[in-house]
């Protein structure tokens, strides 16, 4: 997002996001997947009338799933 939209309402950001996923099969019908994510936001300033905000994220998500066929 350009930096002239953005507000403290929406202070969107640059990232970066790093995932891994896997999947292991106990046998042909049941498996389990997991998955993990990080996202890492750049550093930006925000300018709103007269006040400047600076604003950053950061953040790991998780996820699992079992997978059973019938």
């Known amino acids: 997002m350009p930096a002239n939209n953005r507000s403290i309402s929406i202070p969107d950001q640059d990232r970066l996001w790093l995932s891994a996923g896997t999947t292991y099969a106990f046998n042909k019908d ?3 997947d997991v998955g993990v994510s ?3 936001g750049q550093h930006v300033e925000i300018k709103e009338g007269p006040y400047t905000f600076r ?6 998500l ?6 059973y066929r019938f």
Not at 55 to 60: F, V
Not at 62 to 67: E, K, L, Q, T, V
């Open 38 to 40: 990080y996202m890492h």
């Open 30 to 32: 049941a498996s389990v």
């Open 55 to 60: 604003s950053e994220g950061t953040a790991w």
């Open 62 to 67: 998780y996820g699992a799933n079992f997978n």
